[in-house]
């Protein structure tokens, strides 16, 4: 199992139903899915992984204290090439461990879980 003990920063992502997957096309894999970026993406072996988040900390004064004190699991989905960040979480994931959509960014602890 990968452990991600460093916080990294992570944005929420709208996925909208009509958005193609790189892992599973149009398929409806659900609310709590994630896109992840080069360091995850192992040559698209992160398809189908799920991975446990927890956010840590605010990026910024917007929102000083993001956290609910949660985790959320996701289920990969996507793919983000080049992106600054290590994952995207669908809008419900992150409102599971942001209190506000408006944060947008929050420092977290990635666990690799199946």
Avoid: H
């Avoid at 709208?14 to 599973?24: E, G, L, W």
């Avoid at 995850?40 to 956010?55: F, H, K, P, T």
């Amino acid at each position: 199992m990968k452990r991600y003990a460093i916080e990294f920063e992570l944005k929420c992502r709208a996925q909208a139903s009509q958005d193609t997957s790189a892992c599973f096309g149009d398929a409806d894999e659900g609310s709590y899915v994630a896109g992840v970026g080069d360091e995850l993406w192992d040559n698209g072996a992160a398809c189908g992984r799920q991975y446990s988040v927890i956010c840590t900390g605010a990026t910024n004064g917007g929102v000083p204290q993001p956290c609910t004190g949660g985790a959320v699991t996701v289920k990969i989905v996507d793919y983000n090439p080049g992106a600054a960040t290590i994952i995207n979480l669908s809008p419900l994931a992150f409102l599971t461990i942001a209190t506000n959509i408006n944060a947008g960014s929050v420092y977290v602890n990635v666990d690799q879980v199946s």
